[in-house]
Nanobody, 121 residues
Framework: DVQLQASGGGLVQPGGSLSLSCAAS????????IGWFRQAPGKDREMVSC????????NYGDSVKGRFTISGDDAKNTVYLQMDSLKPEDTAVYYC??????????????WGQGTLVTVSS
């Protein structure tokens, strides 16, 4: 089974930086995208950023463009999210997720456990 292990959350002051990591294991398909979603209390889950394994294409939610950077290390099967210039509204539980298609055309979607990011003075 696919497992996604997220880490790196914590408390940071506004304007500060934090880095999240998501280590993936058990992936049996090559065509996939992996990334981060977040959910703040009382709000819907939203896409933060994702990266395509096949061509490295990245996407960012409008609220984090220019402040967050996603990157991946294929050798370690790990994806990172560097978060800079953090704002109180970035406070949320951040989830790592992967979706892809195997050679038989089967769709796969997995979620890791969340990691809490709190931006507060």
């Amino acid at each position: 089974d696919v497992q996604l292990q997220a880490s790196g959350g914590g408390l940071v002051q506004p304007g500060g930086s934090l880095s999240l990591s998501c280590a993936a294991s058990g992936i049996t398909f090559d065509d996939y995208a992996i990334g981060w979603f977040r959910q703040a209390p009382g709000k819907d889950r939203e896409m933060v950023s994702c990266i395509s394994r096949s061509d490295g294409t990245t996407n960012y939610g409008d609220s984090v463009k220019g402040r967050f950077t996603i990157s991946g290390d294929d050798a370690k099967n790990t994806v990172y999210l560097q978060m800079d210039s953090l704002k109180p509204e970035d406070t949320a539980v951040y989830y790592c997720a992967i979706e892809g298609t195997d050679d038989y055309g089967n769709y796969h979607n997995y979620w890791g456990q969340g990691t809490l990011v709190t931006v507060s003075s």
